[in-house]
T-cell receptor
Framework: GAGVSQSPSNKVTEKGKDVELRCDPI?????LYWYRQSLGQGLEFLIY????????KSGLPSDRFSAERTGGSVSTLTIQRTEQRDSAMYRC?????????????FGSGTRLTVV | DQQVKQNSPSLSVQEGRISILNCDYT??????FLWYKKYPAEGPTFLIS?????DKNEDGRFTVFLNKSAKHLSLHIVPSQPGDSAVYFC???????????FGAGTILRVKS
């Protein structure tokens, strides 16, 4: 696709339920990142995938969070047993390493609300 | 531990004047620095970047300055336009292609 696509755009879930957030990166982009942004805060790094390398999971806040990237393309971020503090905007980004400007392209995000 | 800090939550500038957005960082391993712009209800979009081998990078109305000894970078927008009104995020990375660490953002309002 032309840009990074995230679904759903909004998700309201009850505390304790599991949620899955999906990211479709730009075709051909080798790197994929998940960030989250709480109200009034900057973007907080969660996890990074690069090609076939082991992902950098250093930003995942707890073992309730996991992510996978299938076939080097689509990624799913899963949050188990959601808590109210998980409420945030979850943003996915992809990049083509080696591009001269180096910038990420972000998706429009999934707004997660845990009630 | 906030490694990238944008100490001004907001900035208001008159159209046609210069906007200066500031960013400080603490990690001396950071080698790449970027600015992103974000409009409401949209994802952040890449604006301009600079690597540590340079102290200035210019792209049209946007110029980024890097002072490594002071661990400080700034974004200058001149002349400012009402369409520049957005949230601006500073970001840094210690390794090309690796994760970016973002500041909390500065809201820029350009008044016409």
């Amino acid at each position: 696709g032309a840009g990074v696509s995230q679904s759903p755009s909004n998700k309201v879930t009850e505390k304790g339920k599991d949620v899955e957030l999906r990211c479709d990166p730009i075709s051909g982009h080798t790197a994929l990142y998940w960030y989250r942004q709480s109200l009034g805060q900057g973007l907080e790094f969660l996890i990074y995938f690069q090609g076939n390398s082991a992902p950098d999971k250093s930003g995942l806040p707890s073992d309730r969070f996991s992510a996978e990237r299938t076939g080097g393309s689509v990624s799913t971020l899963t949050i188990q047993r959601t808590e109210q503090r998980d409420s945030a905007m979850y943003r996915c980004a992809s990049s083509l390493l080696g591009s001269t400007n180096y910038g990420y392209t972000f998706g429009s995000g999934t707004r997660l609300t845990v009630v | 531990d906030q490694q990238v800090k944008q100490n001004s939550p907001s900035l208001s500038v008159q159209e046609g004047r210069i906007s200066i957005l500031n960013c400080d960082y603490t990690n001396s391993m950071f080698d790449y620095f970027l600015w992103y712009k974000k409009y409401p209800a949209e994802g952040p979009t890449f604006l301009i970047s600079i690597s540590s081998i340079k102290d200035k990078n210019e792209d049209g109305r946007f110029t980024v300055f890097l002072n490594k000894s002071a661990k400080h970078l700034s974004l200058h927008i001149v002349p400012s336009q009402p369409g520049d009104s957005a949230v601006y995020f500073c970001a840094a990375s210690a390794e090309y292609g690796n994760k970016l660490v973002f500041g909390a953002g500065t809201i820029l309002r350009v008044k016409s």
